[in-house]
């Protein structure tokens, strides 16, 4: 505790490489007794772990959430990559589960829509906000990896081994598995609708493997190949569809994603609510911010604090909050809205990345409990 976070992080990734090239397992021990810990006792509902670029007791959760300094970019780019090692060396899902929390909520939220820039700390205080470097001005860790991290939007929706593919994450793409001349195209506008479609594309008819991650967030999850319903192996979190692909074969995966929520760790004021994989949050007006406030040339982080009591306060159980939205999506954007039936006001809930240029909460102040 008290470690500088970021510094350690890729200590743990060349761990696992030097057990990838020796197959010394006290290393690869290591890299994975460190993911394990930082997943479970350091990582905020975004993904992003720190604050103020530091670890902490998991009970210090709570007392952090009103500084103004969050997880920082940097961090998760690493955990990233330190995921990525070890899943290359044991496929297991789990590490597909951390990667598509830090992916939808906290890498594609970090930049600027306009210029690009990326954000370095996200502030995690209620009615607070985000400051995106400046193309000039702005030269910090988060920069280098801010420019990286785009390169990491693509990197885990597939895997393969020799006789198979993975798809781990219902995202649009194009796959081009060279080996076997297959090639998968995924249409989707996950999470607005809860399908996605794969089509396959190969000159002759090849027999393989595709196999299809069952998100742990889904309570059911339906497939069809061609129209018709498949009933086939699930093995360690994926159903295994293994056949003749041809030309123009279709697959259809139907998820069932629900609204939930999730306790600050260590803590229990705080609340994060997600739609499935997707943390959901709430923009907090103020007239007096510019988009200017948003691009401080040399500041990388928000000084212009207002009460966090500015942004919505739960005053019943988030079961019985939950209960209340009525999602009702605009301009092809996912969103809930809450009555001021069990808070503090009436607000609407939408995907985490997808607010810019506003003051937001993503954790909610929950005043009945005790």
């Known amino acids: 505790h008290g470690w500088h976070a970021n510094t350690q992080i890729p200590k743990f990734t060349g761990f696992e490489r030097v057990y990838t090239y020796t197959g010394n397992e006290d ?43 969050g997880p920082e970019s940097c961090n998760s780019v690493n955990m990233m990559r330190l ?21 939808l909520n906290h890498i594609l939220a970090n930049f600027d829509p306009e210029q690009g820039m990326c954000v370095y700390f996200t502030s995690l205080r209620p ?23 785009p390169a990491k939007l693509g990197k885990m929706i597939y895997a393969k081994t020799e006789d198979a593919v993975y798809v781990n994450m219902y995202v649009a793409s194009t796959l081009d598995w060279a080996e076997k001349g297959i090639k998968l195209s995924q249409n989707t506008t996950f999470p607005v609708e809860n399908s996605s479609t ?28 061609n129209g018709e319903q498949v009933i086939a192996e699930q093995k360690d979190g994926y159903i295994l569809i293994e056949r003749k692909w041809k030309m123009g074969d279709e697959i259809v995966i139907t998820l069932q994603p629900e609204l939930r929520y999730e306790v600050v760790p ?10 499935g994989p997707v943390l959901l949050g709430t923009r907090v007006a103020d007239p007096a911010m510019t988009k200017a406030d948003f691009r401080r040339t040399r500041v990388n982080v928000g000084t212009k604090r207002v009460p966090m009591e500015w942004a919505p306060e739960i005053t019943a159980s988030p079961e019985a909050l939950i209960s209340t939205m009525k999602r009702n999506d605009k301009d092809g ?20 990345n997808n607010i810019h240029f506003s003051r937001y909460a993503m954790y909610f102040h929950n005043k009945s409990v005790k």
């Open 266 to 275: 260590g803590g229990k004021h705080y609340h994060a609510y997600f739609y």
């Open 83 to 103: 995921t990525e090692a070890v899943y290359q060396n044991d496929g297991d899902v789990k590490y597909v589960d951390y990667y598509e929390r830090i992916l």
């Open 333 to 352: 954007v996912l969103r809930f809205y809450v009555p001021k039936t069990h808070s503090t006001k009436e607000f609407w809930l939408e995907p985490y």
């Open 127 to 149: 009615a607070h906000y985000k400051v995106y470097g400046s193309k000039y001005d702005s030269f910090w860790c988060c920069t280098g990896t801010g420019m990286q991290a």
């Open 27 to 69: 290393f690869s021990r290591a890299a994975r007794f460190f993911w394990q810990i930082v997943t479970e006792k350091h990582t905020w509902a975004n993904g992003g772990n720190s604050t103020g670029e530091h670890f902490f007791p998991i009970d210090q959760f709570e007392k952090k959430i009103p500084n103004v300094g």
């Open 198 to 225: 794969i089509t396959v594309d190969c000159k002759k008819a090849k027999r393989a493997t595709i196999a299809l991650r069952h998100p742990w967030w889904s309570k059911e999850m339906s497939v069809t190949v």
